[in-house]
């Protein structure tokens, strides 16, 4: 029988990706909260934050919810406009008059509230 390949759980890692050196460094409170702030913040662990500092990397925070909801509803918005823009060169612009103005009402308000 040949090898079987693994389907679920943590993927094996070829012997040269695998991590095996370690690293001691000391740190003071102030410099460690430092680092699981960003931890936090961009959802990865503390070691992650610190290998791409370490590779000159940014550490870049990870998107709220809030944020991801406005970029959906942006998505949407953009989406009608699209559609709109192509009835407009179908049928005219007189028709779609107050559909236009509403969507712009609508973009004034998420952006600027």
């Given at each position: 029988m040949g090898k079987e390949l693994k389907t679920t759980g943590r993927r094996i890692l070829d012997p040269t990706e695998k991590r095996t050196k370690q690293v001691k460094i000391m740190l003071t409170e102030k410099e460690y909260d430092e680092f699981r702030e960003k931890a936090f913040k961009s959802r990865q662990s503390v070691a992650e934050v610190m290998r791409e500092l370490a590779k000159g990397k940014?550490?870049?925070?990870?998107?709220?919810?809030?944020?991801?909801?406005?970029?959906?509803?942006?998505?949407?918005?953009?989406?009608?406009?699209?559609?709109?823009?192509?009835?407009?060169r179908?049928?005219?612009?007189?028709a779609y008059a107050t559909k236009i103005e509403g969507m712009i009402k609508y973009l004034n308000e998420k952006i600027y509230e």
């Amino acid at each position: 029988m040949g090898k079987e390949l693994k389907t679920t759980g943590r993927r094996i890692l070829d012997p040269t990706e695998k991590r095996t050196k370690q690293v001691k460094i000391m740190l003071t409170e102030k410099e460690y909260d430092e680092f699981r702030e960003k931890a936090f913040k961009s959802r990865q662990s503390v070691a992650e934050v610190m290998r791409e500092l370490a590779k000159g990397k940014d550490v870049k925070e990870a998107m709220t919810a809030e944020k991801a909801a406005l970029l959906r509803d942006i998505s949407r918005v953009g989406n009608n406009i699209n559609q709109i823009a192509q009835l407009c060169r179908k049928e005219g612009v007189l028709a779609y008059a107050t559909k236009i103005e509403g969507m712009i009402k609508y973009l004034n308000e998420k952006i600027y509230e």
